[in-house]
């Protein structure tokens, strides 16, 4: 059984935060949100690591590679799963990362990989998911933030808000333990995306 000093978890915390050292405070608080999500719905050890890790994997093409080894081949396949290509590809400097048509590809692709995935896989997923689409939520509903923090979010001209409704759809086809709480959230972020301030985000 997973106890909370799990030294795996311990050893991903670390890599997480040596990951967002690089990459910035909000991924780390996509680490610990997706990996806070996956407790609360069920997630195992190899889950829980690997949403600790999603920042790590994103951060270049050789990072898969490098935390399969280091974590286990099923917290590989994991995040194989659900790597983010196009952040990948922005941490290798691939001149494609600024390519809206890259980014639509990249996604569609993650969601069929997804769509093909085991059960755990994409609970992390959705997971990561929700943490973000609730993150887009509240600055929008911030006006202190609002759309400032949309111009950051990977994909806001090119289909963000098509991703993640596509995304809680496969979710509620499967069962996922937090479909249906990603599907309120992602109604929410199309109703406060859509209102007369904030049209152009569903590109």
Do not use: Y
Not at 79 to 88: G, K
């Amino acid at each position: 059984m997973m106890t909370p000093a799990a030294p795996r978890l311990v050893e991903a915390f670390k890599v997480a935060t040596q990951a967002c050292e690089r990459a910035g405070p909000g991924e780390l608080a996509r680490a610990l949100g997706a990996a806070s999500l996956a407790v609360a719905n069920g997630g195992d050890e190899d889950a829980i690591v690997s949403a600790l890790l999603l920042p790590a994997v994103d951060a270049g093409p050789d990072a898969l590679a490098h935390l399969s080894t280091r974590f286990g081949a099923r917290v590989g396949v994991i995040l194989a799963a659900c790597r983010d290509d196009h952040r990948a590809a922005q941490g290798a400097g691939d001149a494609s990362r600024d390519d809206p048509a890259a980014w639509r590809a990249s996604r569609l692709h993650r969601l069929l990989r997804l769509d093909a995935a085991d059960d755990m896989t994409l609970l992390v997923a959705a997971c990561d998911a929700l943490h973000r689409v609730r993150g887009l939520v509240e600055a929008l509903e911030s006006p202190e933030v609002g759309l400032d923090a949309l111009h950051a979010a990977p994909g806001r001209d090119t289909g963000v808000l098509r991703d993640a409704h596509a995304m809680a759809t496969l979710c509620l086809r499967r069962g996922t333990p937090p479909a249906r709480a990603l599907d309120r959230a992602v109604d929410r972020l199309h109703m406060l995306a859509h209102s007369p301030m904030r049209e152009g985000l569903d590109g």
